[in-house]
């Protein structure tokens, strides 16, 4: 891990995974976020995708809204139990899929989320965040890379649009697992991700700077380094978001997010911070 110290302040709304596809207590995850000096952590549980959909491991949607139902309930628990050190955010993971909009709507009023991230990690059928071999096969099904990534922002879109994202999860995350990640970004892709961060801005979502990319195939922050400052020119807010499956990942290369997001001309990061019955919006500088 990391050992250089957070500058604060420090806070993540994408991360907590424990149910599907991570490992670990909740409360481990809190206690780990106070130790270093966290201001708020939010958990952003996966939405279980509905069928047709489906991700490898994970149970099946029924039994999946089981196990959400105890979920809720743990990270309600903690939020009252830890009030005093941590701002403790109980927050989903949403899945954009064109044709399941009413249940992710009817799964959303379902619980008392605190907020929401908004992810697309299907093209189609394609999960295309696993393995390079599942992501090559989208490449190849769409023809190329322009019309593969041309489609995935366009998904982002129609998931802004919905208007039931708080937070826009881990933006260009279809650079995963890209031949060149450096030289992916042609003109249709730049056009792409200036429409797609219009959409952003009018929907009015903070963009999640996401970590996890880091120890991936792309070993770059999410968003990348231009298309970060082109949100900051745009005027998108920013946020912080360490994508946690496992309690040492909470905070873990934060420090090199928030680098990302000072280089992209950032003066302050956006935070969710709970007051009375309501969710608020705090810009904090940074
Ligand atoms: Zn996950
Ligand atoms: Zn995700």
């Not at 201001?39 to 995708?49: L, Q, R």
């Not at 189609?124 to 965040?129: I, L, V």
Request: proline share 6%.
């Amino acid at each position: 891990m990391d050992s250089r110290p957070h500058p604060s302040p420090l806070v993540s709304y994408h991360g907590g995974h424990t149910l599907f596809d991570g490992t670990g207590e909740p409360e481990a995850f809190v206690v780990r976020a106070i130790e270093q000096g966290f201001t708020a952590f939010g958990f952003s549980e996966h939405m279980p995708p509905p069928d047709p959909y489906s991700y490898t491991d994970f149970p099946t949607f029924d039994e999946a809204r089981h196990l959400f139902d105890g979920y809720v309930e743990e990270i309600l628990r903690l939020k009252s139990a830890y009030r005093d050190e941590l701002q403790v955010l109980v927050g989903v993971e949403i899945e954009y899929l064109p044709d399941k909009e009413s249940v992710i709507t009817d799964f959303l009023n379902a619980y008392p989320f605190d907020y929401t991230v908004g992810s697309v990690h299907f093209i189609g059928n394609h999960t295309f965040d696993f393995s390079k071999e599942a992501y090559d096969a989208g490449v190849r099904a769409f023809g190329g890379m322009d019309p593969w990534v041309e489609e995935y922002y366009r998904l982002v879109r129609s998931l802004l649009d919905m208007g039931v994202t708080d937070v826009l999860g881990h933006l260009d995350i279809i650079k995963i697992f890209a031949d060149d990640v450096a030289g992916y970004r042609s003109e249709r892709v730049r056009g792409a991700e200036r429409e797609t961060l219009e959409a952003a801005l009018r929907a009015g979502v903070v963009l999640d700077v996401n970590a996890r990319g880091l120890i991936k195939a792309c070993a770059e922050v999410y968003p990348g380094s231009e298309l970060l400052a082109e949100a900051q020119r745009m005027g998108v807010p920013a946020t912080l978001g360490d994508d946690s499956h496992r309690v040492d990942q909470v905070g873990a290369r934060l420090d090199q997010a928030l680098d990302a997001i000072r280089a992209a001309g950032y003066l302050t990061l956006t935070a969710l911070l709970p007051e009375g019955e309501s969710i608020i919006r705090r810009a904090l500088p940074i």
